[in-house]
Structure formats: C-alpha cells, structure tokens
C-alpha cells in the first residue's frame, strides 16, 4: 500500500501517534486470576481499537484468533523463508486507584510522560510494533518472508493465549528465525565499574516455582506451649535455607554479559572480569553477600512471601505453613530443588507442597542474525549503549515460543532509569514520550533487516 507523503508526515506525527497510544492506555483490559472478575468486552474493544487505529495492517494482514484473547497477525513476505515474530501482551495489572496520584486509566501527559497502566508492561512495546508497521506498510512495504505479530491478553495471568499461538504455529512447521517479546532495556548503575548505559537481551528466563512448606502437630491453647512450636521450627527452616543456598554457576548467558560489559568497565572491575575464571570464586562470594540481581543471576533464589498459623493469638496452630518463590536457574532442575529444601531443613517430617511450576527456557545464542539485527537496531537508536546478552530473571510468554524456534530473545525497546524500571507494576506508572517514540524507532530500524 502506497501513501502520500504528506498523508503519512501527518498520520504519523508526533501528536497523532501521541493520541492513539492514549486511546490504547484508556482501555481497561485488567487480568485477573480469578476468571469471574475479567470483563472480557473491554478486551474485544481493544482490538476493535486496533483495527480502527491500523487500518493498513489490518487490510495487508491476516489475523486469527487463539485462546482466550490472543491476537496473531501474518503479514506475506515476498519468500517462504522462516518468519519472525514480534510479541507483546495488551493485558495489565489491576490497580489501587487511591495509591495513584492520578487516575490510573486517563492517560494524562504530564512532565512529558504518559500515566497510565500498562505504558510500561507493555502496551508501549504492542504500541511501537503497530505504529512501525503501520508506516512500512504505508510506504509501500513488504517484507522478504512472513512477520507475525502476537499479541496475547493474558500474560500476567500465565493464560493460554500464548501457548495457543504456539501449538497454531507448530501445528503448521512453522520455526521461526527470531522471536521477540519484552525484556531487558537500555538502563544504567546496574553493572559493576560500567558507567554506560547498557542494552540488555534476554536470552534465557529462570523457572519458576511456588511451594509450600508445612509442619503439623497438636494445637491448643498457648498458656503452655512446647519448647518447640511448629512455627519457630519453620522459622529454624528458612534460616537454614538462607545459610546453605543452592550452588552459584556462571551460565552461558551471565558469563557472556560479564565478558560484554566488563570490557567497557573501569578500574579494578574490568581486570577482574577480564579474568573471569580466576576470580569467579570472589565474585560469587561477594554476589551472594550482596543480594539482589547480581545473585539472582548466578542461582536457583528463594524468596519467603507468605506465612500462615493459628488465627487467634492465644491458640496454638495444627499446622503451620510459609510460601516459598523461587526463581530456577537453568542448572537445577525443579525435582532437585525441592530435595534440596527437604534436605537441607533438618525436618524429616516437613510436608513440600508444590503449587505451579516451570523449568528455566533454554538459552538462545548471542551470535544468530537475530541477535546482531536486534543488536544493530538497538544502537541505531541509542548509539552509546553497550549491548549485551544477559539472563532474564522473570517470566514472560516467550518462553513457550521455545518450543518452535530457537532464537527467542527479549528485549523492551525503552531507556529506563532505576525509578522508571520500579513503576513496573506499581503506582504513577508511566513512560516518557521521548521514550515511547524511541521505542518506534527502534522497530522501525528492526524491521529494515526484514
């Protein structure tokens, strides 16, 4: 499709991309873990949205629909080589209004940022994927082989509208040579002596497991409790768990963002990391007295986040129970994991009750095409970030795309401070305008290898 020039200067100037990525915001498609609660009309408004916002996609596309919400656009390229596909989730998080200091849903502009839920995580990324093949298309644009757009509204849910457009596109063989969905971004201050900013691509996502761990034994009144209640024993068994962590590895993907970014680093930090086998017992002491990300990193972590007993003050539980998050490093395997918490526990009767669970993705590599395309579009937009493939430490859909390519990478196209980057899920969440038209940009320069 060919458009005037003038037409397209207009259609997508900064002021009217501005508007529609409002229009995106103000709808209201807030998952909920409990199904009773979605409203799945205002998920169907959105995508009626869509079609009025990018008529040019939805004329050159065809899109079908998969699980609950999901959204799969295919635009024909000019070969049958292998595609790729660009994700993202059109779903948030519900909000606490009275913790904002602006109405969650009106996408108000104000110090030259948008507000709203989900200008982050991520109707800003779903946002710059349309804009920027909305304007290819527009300028007369066709792809040398098939690009997929996925979009699913049900991500923060672990629903099945991802893994839906999985089993669809592996019903047809189809293997895609790249896969993107969000991920790292362009931050800074998060790499040791790396002044910096630095892009980073996901690569790999740790697993995930919840449990519970649990003690029974004889309640009753509290006037006379044993020397051991259940509860101080469980408490007995965190600390423990704290005192003996699972091994620290330095995983492909982290040992490859150690080398990247600790070329680029100064002083002491850029001769340790250069030297990385000689000091890789230093670093994994000083990571795992330090906590945070860098841990996070190099293994399997447990988080205690919930804690349940008597519901009286002065009675006695029958059963005590804490909740355990752990994050699973591609080394350790789930079964291995909870032998890990039993042994460790010192209780031969602690009762392990596993609630959901995944094993780590595995690795895509950091020298395919499409990681020097991601690579290359990414300093096309931020020509002084050091890019580097790293570890993602939280979930996504992408993960199930696995299972048909094995390029999967996962990158947000924002530059994000440490302020921006905890807004995620939180209050006052929003993004820069300069930020969201970088983010087009970047798509925009993506798309130039495809």
Known sequence: MNVSSDTIKEKFSKASRIERFQELIKIKTISYNDPEKIDFAVFKQFENTLAQLYPSIHA?????????????????????????????????????????????????????????????????????????????????FVPKND?????????????DSAPSIVRHLKSLGIEPALVLDEGGAVVEEVFPGLKKPCALIGVGEKGYLDVSISLEGQGGHSSA????????????????????????????PVSDMFKTLGKESEGVYKFIFKHLNVFAPLLKWYF????GEMNAMIRTTIAPTKMAGSKAFNVMPPVATIGLNLRILGTDKIDDVIAHIKKVSGEPDLIVTVHERREASPDSPSDSTGFKNVKNAIEAVWPNAVVSPYLMLAGSDSRHFC??????????????SKTERGLIHSNDERITIKGLLEAVDFYKALLKHY
């Open 147 to 159: 690009i997929y757009l996925s979009f699913s509204g049900d991500e923060e849910i672990s629903g």
């Open 403 to 416: 299972e048909v390519s094995k390029n999967v990478l996962r990158f947000s196209a924002m530059a994000l």
């Open 60 to 140: 050159a596309c065809e899109k079908t629909h998969h699980g609950p919400t999901g959204l799969l656009f295919q635009l024909k390229g000019r070969e049958a080589g292998a595609p790729i596909v660009l994700m993202s989730h059109y779903d948030v998080v519900p909000v606490n209004e009275e913790l904002w200091t602006v109405p969650a849903f009106d996408a108000l502009i104000k110090e030259d940022a948008i507000w709203g839920r989900g200008t982050l995580d991520t109707k800003g990324t779903l946002f710059a994927v349309m804009e920027s093949v909305e304007e290819n298309l527009d300028q007369g």
């Open 225 to 252: 409790p044993p020397a051991q209640t259940l509860v101080t024993r469980l408490a007995k068994v965190l600390i423990k768990l704290e005192q003996y962590p699972l091994q620290a590895h330095f995983t492909p």
């Open 288 to 291: 795992t007295k330090q906590g």
